[in-house]
């Protein structure tokens, strides 16, 4: 349906753009909230930011208070073997040590989930500078970063209740405009939905960022399987904390506006967004005592429909439709 005449916040047309109306099912009040999809670049945006969001960020909201994950830490030897490693595979550098350290330990299993992007990202030594923004008071993306010896190292977050340091990781409790750089690699894993204003953000990454540094962002995506199949039962709507769920084109356009050219994206969604949809569809919050996240064991999911679950999940990553994309900002 088209409501009223609205004016969208990345490309600024305003038109009567078509109307969605989503529930809070996160924690199952079924609350309703009004979001219009652009007509123009497809962004999906809530129409009117609520004055009271705090309330929707309880105390067992999931960053608030993360598993803290122990730092796996061998002898001073296997850990710098381990390093050469690293930083053969991802700097080309001390092939003949690290050809020698191959028979000594595994690489990090880390290592093949994070390396590919940070190679994208151009990461050239273990003395870059790394800040998460929106982490919540735990970061696991810094957390991995130090597992393979990186050491500069900081998280940013607003909303958490007060300074912490997590396994040596300092986060801090303020906004990103709030934050002093140079940083060589700024990263927004899943935090950019829940920003006000998109482009006032991501101007303030480029400000922090060294010449040529790099801007990572994962977000929910429109443009997907997952939205055509399930509308508002779209279990990464999250209505109201995700304000925007982007298009490719709205993206894209967001990250010019505050200087950035789009190097390279790739989508990364999993089952989670087939089978919290399909909770959802069937009236069950994500938080549910019978949710398949809380208890598996509880969950009306059988064998067969979470394998389909998952193929779905790789089938529309594969096609370019995944519901979940990872978005590589070059500083222009």
Same mark, same amino acid.
């Given at each position: =349906? ?23 099912? =996160? ?5 309703? *909230?009004?979001? *219009? ?6 962004? @999906? ?21 993360? /598993?803290?994950?122990? &730092? ?22 001390? !092939? ?10 595994? =690489?990090?299993?880390?290592? $093949?989930?994070?390396?590919?992007? &940070? ?11 790394f800040l998460d923004v929106g982490c919540g008071s735990a970061s696991g993306w ?10 500069? %190292? ?12 997590? $396994? ?6 303020? +906004?990103?405009? /709030? ?8 990263? @927004? +894993?899943?935090?950019?939905? +829940? ?25 929910? %995506? ?14 990464? @709507?999250?209505?109201?904390? +995700? ?16 200087? *950035? #050219?789009?190097?390279? $994206? ?13 909770? !959802? ?13 809380? #208890?598996?064991? @509880? ?17 529309a990553n594969k096609e370019g439709r995944g519901g979940r994309g990872c978005f *590589?900002? /070059?500083?222009?």
């Open positions: =349906m088209t409501g009223d005449l609205y004016r969208c916040r990345i490309c600024h047309v305003a038109d009567k753009h078509a109307i969605y109306l989503p529930r809070e099912m =996160m924690f199952g009040t079924k609350e309703e *909230f009004e979001y *219009f999809q652009c007509s123009s670049c497809g962004c @999906l945006q809530i129409s009117e930011i609520p004055a009271d969001i705090a309330r929707f960020y309880p105390s067992n909201y999931y960053s608030m208070n993360p /598993q803290e994950q122990p &730092l796996t830490q061998g002898s001073v030897f296997r850990m710098t073997m381990e390093r050469l490693r690293v930083g053969n595979a991802l700097f080309g550098r001390n !092939y003949k040590l690290a050809k020698l350290a191959s028979y000594i330990v595994d =690489m990090p299993y880390q290592l $093949n989930v994070i390396g590919p992007w &940070l190679k994208k990202c151009q990461i050239q030594s273990f003395k870059a500078r810094l957390h991995t970063l130090k597992q393979l010896g990186f050491k500069n %190292l900081l998280g940013v977050d607003p909303y958490i209740e007060k300074n912490v340091n997590v $396994n040596g990781i300092n986060i801090m409790k303020q +906004h990103i405009d /709030q934050t002093a750089g140079p940083f060589d690699l700024v990263s @927004l +894993h899943h935090s950019l939905e +829940h920003i006000p204003n998109q482009t006032d953000a991501l101007k303030a990454v480029n400000n922090i960022l060294t010449p040529g540094g790099f801007c990572l962002v994962r977000i929910p %995506l429109v443009s997907s399987l997952v939205w055509e199949q399930y509308g508002t039962d779209w279990v990464e @709507l999250d209505a109201p904390r +995700h304000f925007y769920l982007h298009s490719l084109k709205s993206i894209k356009l967001a990250g010019e506006q505050a200087g *950035f #050219n789009l190097v390279d $994206n790739c989508w990364d969604s999993t089952e989670f967004e087939f089978w919290g949809s399909e909770q !959802y569809r069937r009236g069950l919050p994500l938080m549910s005592d019978t949710s398949f996240m809380r #208890n598996p064991a @509880l969950s009306n999911f059988t064998y067969r429909e979470m394998t389909d679950f998952r193929a779905r999940a790789e089938s *590589f900002f /070059q500083k222009s």
